[in-house]
Structure formats: C-alpha cells, structure tokens
C-alpha cells in the first residue's frame, strides 16, 4: 500500500480509461485497510481507488510498478481477489495514505463479482504498455515538469460524457430496432380498418363490399402467407380449431397470424404428431417447451454437445450457446440432456454452472 499516492482521479493526457468495477476493497499484503468499499479504475497507465462514498477519497499507483499479477479463487465467506505485485517504493514517490509496509504486494477483493473480466483487462494493458510509449515520445519532460505541466482531460466529466454517448448510441439502436414493428403496426391498422368496413356492411346490410376492398383484404393475408385463415368464427372453438390452426401453424410457424393466446398455441402445438405433421412439441424436464422438427434426433444433440464441451474443455450454457448460434435456454437444455445420460459433468459455483466431459466414461 506504500506505493499509492493520493489523486483527484482525474485522467491525464493520453491516458484511457478501460474499466471500472463497484464494490472492490483494497487489502495491504494480507491485512484488511480502511479503504472497504471502492470503485476501481484500470487506465492505461494507472490502477485507481475511488471510495464509494467519498469521491474526494482517490488513491493511484502507476502501472509501471506492477511485477506480475495473478487471481485468488472465492472461498467460502470470501471474495475472489487479484494479488498485484509490486517494485520496490520509488525515491521520487508523492505521498500518499501509507509510508511503509511489510508487504510487497497488494489485493483487490471483489465483493460484487466481475474480476474475470477485470483480471483480462489488466492483462491486456500491462501487455501494451502505454505508458512506456507516452516516456518516450516526451523525453524532454521531467517528473517535475510533468507535474507542473500536466492538464487533466477528462475525469469525471469524461467518464460520463462517454456513459451518455453510450447511452445514445444505445437508444439509436432501439429505435432502429422498432421501425420495423413501427411499420408492422401501421398495416395492422390498415387491415384493422378495413377488416371492420367489411364486418359493419355484412352487419347492417348497407351496401355491398366493394371489388377493391376484397382484393385489398385478400392481399393483406396473401403478403403474409395466410391463403384462408383459422379463425374461432370459422372453425368454433374447441378440437377442430386447434387441429387446423395446427395444421397452419405447421405451414407458415414464422409468418404474422391473427393474434392468439398462449393456451391456442400451446393446444395447437400438441396436435402435431396426431396430425402427422412434421413439427412436434418438445417439453424438457424443466418445463421449457420448443417446436422441433419430427426428423430432429437427439443422439446427434448430445453427441454434437459433448463434441463441443470436450474440443473447449469446458463451456457454460451461454458460451455453448455463442458457438453453435442458438438461444441460452435451449443451448441449457442441451448440456442437461447430456448430462442427464452420464456424458457430461458439472461444475456449479459462484461463477456459474460450466459443463465438462465426464472422464469416468473414457478413461480408466
């Protein structure tokens, strides 16, 4: 702890902030500090302590002291921890909250998780090293006029002039993300329109429907594959309105329908297989249900997973499902029915659940 120096956190010139985690306490060697609950900033050139509490409270040491680094596991009632090793205290060194210590070597304890990515992005810029390129494009600079001379840029004016360019960015995406069921909308509303045109005239039996209107009707349903649609006014609505919308759901599953509830699709769903139709409802033993093709085998699913888990060494449910490009939950299902047959084991900790191969089967 002797190292750090006392900051006002702002970052310097050329300096980049590359990540920031709550939550974090310092420890000096083995001993517990004062500083519990912190903020630390990883910058290109700097590890920074922030208090939670007390922004004014902000500690640094300079990357360049850094010897090596490693990770401690989470214990039971402990956090899991980076030890960063130090250089001896400089000659030069500013004050700072300690002027001694018995350690060489320093602790963060992150308390609310998030020190795997932490620990990789440490390792990517003690790696780089940009702090050694900025010494020598400004050879003329001593640490005295670097001192006198330095011009903060960002702090935390910048931090969250970045948050709100992020945050924009964000809400471009969203709304680009909508204009499409913008447009859905739209032409539901032309279709609602027109559908209640034709159903006030049969009504009232004022006037007749008009040659325009039902091509324009029938367009609306052909655009979206629907050449005669399964409606409860045509079909009522018990088992022979489940069995035809089953038999449409098989032929257009993707395409826009009339609006149904849950409990339709689900009965609908059911019928399938008595239908003989080529899609079938899957429910796995957690209660997850898909729509899967009848020709679907299963074998060929575990065996697929157990190939991926056994060439990574291990994955989670949402690395597995990254790699073969299908959803978190029914990438879990997958690794669960492969480990429901004895092909794969777990490991369920803090971390998450990962799935390995289970090596009792292959070796002796």
Same mark, same amino acid.
């Given at each position: ?6 900051? $006002?956190?702002?970052?310097? /010139? ?6 920031? %985690? ?8 083995? +001993? ?21 509490? @007390?922004? #004014?409270?902000? /500690?640094?040491?300079?990357?360049? %002291? ?15 921890? /980076? ?51 900025? =010494? ?6 001593? $640490?005295?006029?670097?001192? =006198? ?14 948050? #709100? ?25 032309? !279709? ?7 159903? $006030?005239?049969?009504?009232?039996? %004022?006037?007749?429907?008009? #040659? ?34 089953? $038999?449409?759901? *098989? ?12 409990? +339709? ?19 796995? +033993? ?10 679907? @085998?299963?074998?060929? !699913? /575990?065996?697929? =997973? ?24 029914? *990438?879990?299902?997958?690794?669960? !029915? ?27």
């Amino acid at each position: 702890m002797d190292r750090f120096v006392w900051t $006002n956190g702002l970052l310097e /010139i050329g300096e980049t902030l590359v990540i920031q %985690q709550r939550g974090v306490r310092l420890y000096d060697g083995d +001993d517990k500090t004062k500083f519990d609950m912190g903020v630390a900033l990883l910058s290109t050139h700097r590890l920074i302590w922030r208090d939670q509490k @007390n922004s #004014e409270c902000c /500690i640094a040491i300079p990357l360049s %002291q850094v010897v090596f680094f490693e990770e401690q596991a989470a214990g039971i009632g402990k956090s899991a921890k /980076i030890i960063v090793h130090l250089h001896p205290v400089p000659a030069n060194k500013e004050s700072g909250p300690y002027q001694t210590s018995k350690f060489p070597y320093i602790k963060l304890s992150f308390r609310e998780h998030g020190q795997i990515e932490f620990f990789r992005r440490l390792s990517e810029v003690m790696a780089m090293k940009q702090w050694e390129r900025m =010494a020598v494009s400004e050879p003329g600079r001593t $640490n005295s006029g670097l001192q =006198a001379g330095r011009v903060r840029a960002v702090g935390i004016v910048g931090i969250e002039r970045k948050l #709100e360019e992020k945050r924009k960015e964000t809400d471009k995406n969203i709304s680009e993300a909508f204009e499409d069921l913008s447009k859905l909308i739209e032409k539901a509303k032309e !279709m609602v329109e027109l559908s209640k045109s034709i159903a $006030n005239k049969i009504k009232d039996k %004022q006037g007749d429907i008009t #040659e325009d209107e039902t091509i324009r009707f029938k367009s609306y349903l052909l655009s979206m594959g629907i050449a005669n649609p399964v409606t409860r006014e045509t079909h009522g609505s018990g088992t022979q309105y489940h069995m035809q919308l089953a $038999n449409q759901l *098989a032929q257009i599953l993707q395409t826009p329908l009339e609006l149904l509830s849950p409990e +339709d699709l689900v009965n609908a769903c059911k019928m399938f297989e008595a239908r003989k139709l080529p899609l079938r409802l899957r429910i796995f +033993d957690s209660g997850v249900m898909v729509v899967e093709l009848q020709s679907y @085998n299963e074998e060929e !699913m /575990i065996t697929s =997973a157990l190939d991926s888990v056994s060439e990574k060494g291990s994955l989670t449910a949402e690395e597995f499902a990254k790699l073969v490009g299908i959803s978190v939950l029914l *990438a879990k299902e997958r690794l669960l !029915m492969a480990e429901k047959i004895g092909r794969l084991c777990r490991d369920d900790s803090v971390e998450g659940l990962r799935f390995y191969p289970n090596l009792f089967l292959t070796q002796n």
